[in-house]
């Protein structure tokens, strides 16, 4: 869709994509995109990342869908930190069971920053290059444009594969209102030379609640800061 014509009410559903060139920025790419589903797909054998859910992207599903053997990330939902008209902002997104397995290069699973609102659940992710889930971006150390995400009851495994410093999930800056909890991590690859962990509170990590999430069979620990800022530590 365009900013002043989005997409409503689409579903795309019990479809196979496989087998794609390398190039652009996923294979299957919505913009400007509200209220619509993404069920039951098979993704496989791709050249880019699965699904992409960028600017303007408002209460949409995506949900039971397989996804395996991708040269880039399983699902991306990405706004711009700074949009340049309310219509850019990309909220109220919903990414609940589905299945990520092999990442085949140095990206991640599951990945949303520069949102609002964005519900990650109940999704089971292994083979990863890098990091299983993460929620939030870089930039956001004072004024935000994330905020308020919940991430519940994910399956998260054999992840960092190809890649040193990180985690299975991983949470970064402001993010007021940001809730991960209830999410299973284990078996993270062990890194080579800087550790990788359960859970990492990335670059200045400052308003999430992180409660009640299970870490087995972890070669080197549970969790870990880069310059952030743990309250109520218990």
Not at 158 to 177: C, Q
Request: aromatic letters at 10%.
């Amino acid at each position: 869709g365009t900013r002043e014509k989005p997409v409503r009410n689409l579903r795309l559903y019990g479809l196979k994509f496989e087998n794609t060139s390398a190039g652009g920025e996923g294979t299957v790419v919505f913009r400007y995109a509200k209220n619509c589903e993404l069920l039951r797909n098979n993704i496989e054998n791709v050249s880019q990342t699965a699904i992409r859910f960028s600017l303007g992207c408002y209460h949409n599903l995506i949900s039971r869908n397989i996804i395996n053997d991708v040269i880039g990330s399983g699902i991306y939902v990405f706004g711009n930190p700074k949009p340049e008209n309310w219509n850019d902002l990309v909220s109220d997104n919903m990414i609940s069971y589905n299945k990520i397995t092999n990442t085949l290069t140095a990206a991640t699973g599951i990945s949303t920053a520069n949102a609002i609102r964005t519900t990650v659940s109940h999704n089971y992710i292994a083979n990863t290059g890098s990091y299983g889930i993460t929620l939030g971006s870089w930039p956001n150390i004072e004024e935000t444009s994330d905020g308020s995400h919940l991430a519940e009851y994910n399956h998260v495994s054999f992840t960092n594969m190809r890649r040193d410093d990180e985690g299975g999930i991983a949470v970064y800056d402001l993010s007021l209102g940001s809730v991960v909890r209830n999410n299973l991590i284990h078996d993270v690859h062990p890194a080579a030379t800087n550790e990788n962990v359960g859970f990492f509170f990335q670059n200045m990590s400052l308003g999430w609640k992180v409660t009640d999430n299970i870490f087995y069979n972890l070669k080197q620990g549970e969790l870990k800061y880069c310059a952030a800022y743990p309250v109520n530590n218990v």
